[in-house]
């Protein structure tokens, strides 16, 4: 899963994406990408971790692209841009970083800080990348469709989504709103249109605001995050960390506060395999069938499916031991199109 920071210049994406992965803070003005693995925390593993005391414990993780500052088009000209919206066609989720700190010594965007501004002026850049695809396919697809190529029926129906696509953005309408169905949908989506990606705000606010909630009433999940403070704390040690955390009031981490974000935009839950090698969490979509969940672990699992043995983790926490969850009858064998729940523990029993 790859999340991508986007957000106006001075927002503090990169403080964000620091304190995160902690990475050193890209330095400002940057114009590369940067990207950072950023294992999930889950406390289950680290509790199969005494039970199973396994070689490996494995995390799942969340790759974060830090991206230079929206609007591109100031900063880096049209090549950069285009350089950069390519990247974010690649990421699975969008997170839009806002800035609602006031600091006389960052230079605020037209000179005002106003999030919810922010907000909608960087929807609108999303809207139009989305346009200017819309246009190019429509130009190159016009050419194609007069050529009795292999392609051609495809091309043609392809032209007539994207046309639909063009009236809705330039009538304000989301692009979702004009797709009729999955096999469409599966069409536009491999294009890489910012606008369908699952998206969350993280609002950067100052120091003197912390904790306090933030009223927004839009489609997408809003998280509060003071960057300077997250930064800061990301730099302690894990016992002064948690000190500072207990005084300010602070309950989860930037990562956690992160990582749960991306889940829930995402509709990501964790299924969990244990045993005297590793330990370790798969993300998948809420609704994966056991014969899907066993695919990523291995294609041959999936290949050769035959059940998925199956516990859930606070069965095995709350009896202490697989011996006490059999006897007490809650171990289960799932089938196939079993779907999967978080937290469950599975055995894949398989025949290649
Ligand atoms: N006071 C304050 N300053 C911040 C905060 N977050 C970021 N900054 C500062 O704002 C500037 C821009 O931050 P940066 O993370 O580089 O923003 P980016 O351009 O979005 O990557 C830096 O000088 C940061 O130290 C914050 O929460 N409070
Ligand atoms: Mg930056």
Not at 77 to 86: F, K, M, Q, T
Not at 162 to 169: E, F, G
Not at 237 to 259: C, N, P, Y
Request: hydrophobic fraction near 45%.
């Amino acid at each position: 899963m790859k999340a991508a920071l986007l957000g106006l210049m001075q927002s503090g994406k990169s403080t964000i994406f620091s304190a995160i992965s902690g990475k050193a803070v890209p330095p400002m003005g940057a114009t590369a990408i940067e990207e950072a693995i950023v294992p999930v925390p889950d406390a289950r593993l680290d509790w199969l971790e005494t039970l199973y005391k396994p070689k490996k414990k494995m995390r799942a993780t969340i790759d974060v692209l830090d991206l230079p500052g929206f609007s591109f088009l100031d900063e880096h000209g049209r090549a950069g841009a285009r350089r950069l919206i390519g990247q974010i066609r690649t990421a699975d989720m969008l997170v839009l970083v806002v800035r609602a700190f006031d600091d006389p010594a960052v230079p605020a965007y037209r000179n005002s800080v106003d999030w919810k501004r922010d907000l909608a002026e960087l929807q609108t850049e999303l809207l139009l990348s989305d346009l200017e695809l819309v246009t190019t396919r429509i130009e190159k697809l016009e050419k194609q469709v007069h050529k009795p190529t292999k392609t051609q029926a495809h091309d043609k129906a392809e032209l007539a989504i994207q046309r639909r696509l063009q009236d809705a953005i330039e009538a304000e309408q989301p692009i979702s709103s004009v797709i009729e169905n999955e096999q469409e949908l599966a069409v536009i989506k491999s294009l890489g249109f910012l606008t369908l990606k699952p998206m969350a705000v993280v609002v950067n606010v100052g120091e003197d605001r912390v904790g306090e909630p933030i009223a927004f009433e839009g489609a997408m999940p809003a998280v509060p995050v003071c960057a300077k403070l997250e930064h800061e704390l990301a730099q302690l040690d894990a016992e002064s960390r948690a000190a500072f955390m207990a005084d300010l009031g602070i309950t989860d981490s930037a990562a956690e506060k992160f990582v749960q974000m991306c889940y829930s935009a995402l509709g990501l839950i964790s299924f969990l395999t244990v045993g005297p090698d590793e330990v370790r969490a798969w993300p998948i979509r809420e609704g994966t069938v056991a014969v899907d969940a066993a695919g990523k672990v291995h294609t041959d699992i999936k290949r050769g499916f035959i059940r998925a043995e199956t516990m859930a983790y606070a069965d095995l926490k709350e009896l202490g031991g697989e011996k006490e969850v059999k006897a007490a009858g809650k171990a289960r064998l799932e089938g196939k199109e079993y779907p999967v729940k978080d937290g469950d523990i599975i055995n894949f029993r398989f025949n290649v």
